[in-house]
């Protein structure tokens, strides 16, 4: 596990702060086989926006489905992160044999609770690690590929309990990604870093 005060608390721009909540996820993830992968091809530059993690909440549980690029593949850990200018990654640690880095995210902004029970988040864009990726101190920093499409959680976020999460993208260039967790019934690991502005929707209040 990487260590608290050292990933979380400098000012990181949003790839590496990415980057940091990736690590952490391949931290917890059990080993298991799957098809591995080759590197996505991405034709976006990365948006520059300087952020902190202000919440980070891991969830345990199984993926009933995850497609990348539309290949299947199989997972064990997802990671919910909220960042101070309000962007969400929902990161998914891929159980894939070849490469210990491999994680995507589905990433957006302007995420809403329509009830305590229910949470939607606009996809933007995916984030997309392996063990190709260029690396700053040490973390290896994700491409980014603009999307469209909807994560959705539901469950008593306030409780720490999360039923599952989907979600489903498509990225400019015509490839899908697909998601669909089903917790296992164990509370949501909730680590608050730093109080966020109140125009930030928060699911985890």
Known sequence: MIPWHMSLTMRLCRPVLAATLMAVILALASPCFAGSSAPIPVNNPAAQQNSFIDLLALMSGHCKTLKVAGR???CKTVAYAHGDK???NFAVAVDDPTDENHVVSFSGENGKRADDNSYELPIDRMLLNSKDRPRIDG???P???VS???CRQTGNFAAKKVKDVTCSA???EGRSYELLFVS????VSVRRIRQSAPS?????K
Not at 184 to 187: A, E, M
Not at 200 to 204: A, L, N
Request: net charge negative; charged share 20%.
């Open 200 to 204: 930030i929707q928060d699911p985890f």
């Open 139 to 141: 973390l290896p920093v």
């Open 170 to 172: 498509t990225d400019s």
């Open 72 to 74: 299947t593949f199989a």
């Open 184 to 187: 296992d019934g164990r509370p």
């Open 143 to 145: 491409a980014e590929q």
């Open 86 to 88: 309000g962007r969400v």
């Open 148 to 150: 469209t499409g909807v």
